[in-house]
């Protein structure tokens, strides 16, 4: 069994055949399904999605800091009330993003460090969405005094020196499509990280995996990455299955 632990099946990208591509995964040994919110508009495709595969299908909340802008305090009262009234797998994804646009910077730090304070209050797990940022990220959990701080720092990326970072953080490791990329370095950085710090994700409909890079993901393709983790620490695949996938159930307490 494998657990995509980071997947946007509500997206309308995947509109025209959500059901099939839903089946393809489950056919592929991907029983699990964990759906990071990324604004309000979201929200009910998430709660529909949930109602619709409730044995598989598990949910986040939070506010995505490419979409923090002006109307930050409405989105942050959104998240609030739906973390009040509903249950939830982890709080995500949340973090910084200052790839695209640094115009929000302050206010992204702002959100990602009022999220945390929610997820340590509902005693939720954090995935983090990092880009460009692992200076600024690392300085807000810096500020975290709470041995109950725990999560994933989704679709890693960094070096060596940032995976023993977010680590000693109590953070697992997402590793993505992006592991099979020729040019990535990130399985240098992977062979040196060992199986319990590192759950399997797709990012779907994004990110997709050798040999379908460039074109839409889908959770199926897990088994791509999870094939890449086995070769790089020379396991088997169905250990990579067995380890991650504990790996993730305990997080997340499925």
């Known amino acids: 069994m494998l657990i995509d632990t980071h997947t946007h099946l509500y997206v309308s990208e995947f509109d025209a055949d959500r059901p099939d591509m ?40 939070g506010l995505h800091p490419t979409h923090v802008g002006d109307n930050l305090e409405e989105e942050l009262a959104h998240v609030q009330q739906q973390l009040a009234t ?16 640094k115009t929000y910077q302050k206010e992204q730090q702002e ?24 200076d600024e990220i690392f300085e807000v959990l810096e500020g975290v005094e709470d041995a109950r701080l725990r999560g994933i720092f989704h679709c890693f990326t960094g070096d060596a020196k940032q995976a023993q970072r977010a680590i000693e953080f109590n953070m697992l490791l997402g590793i993505g499509g992006v592991v099979t990329f020729k040019n990535s370095g990130l399985a240098q950085t992977l062979a040196n990280i060992t ?3 590192i759950v399997l994700e797709t990012d779907a409909p994004y990110l997709a995996p050798t040999p379908f890079r460039g074109k839409r993901n889908e959770s199926s ?15 088997s695949l169905a250990q990579v299955a067995k380890q991650t996938t504990e790996n993730a159930k305990n997080l997340f307490g499925l």
């Not at 393709?221 to 999870?226: C, G, H, L, R």
């Open 111 to 134: 959100a990602f460090t009022k999220q945390i304070a929610w997820a340590l209050a509902y005693d939720l797990p954090i995935v983090i969405h990092c880009r460009d940022a692992f």
């Open 195 to 197: 199986m319990e710090h």
């Open 22 to 61: 839903i089946k393809r995964a489950l056919d592929a040994g991907v029983e699990q399904f964990v759906l990071p919110a990324i604004d309000s508009q979201t929200t009910a495709v998430m709660h529909s999605l949930k109602h619709d595969y409730p044995n598989n299908i598990h949910l986040m909340m």
């Open 221 to 235: 393709y897990i088994t791509y990455v999870a094939e890449k983790v086995a070769l790089i620490h020379n396991i």
């Open 86 to 101: 509903h249950s939830f797998v982890a709080v995500g994804e949340i973090g910084m993003d200052l790839y695209w646009d």
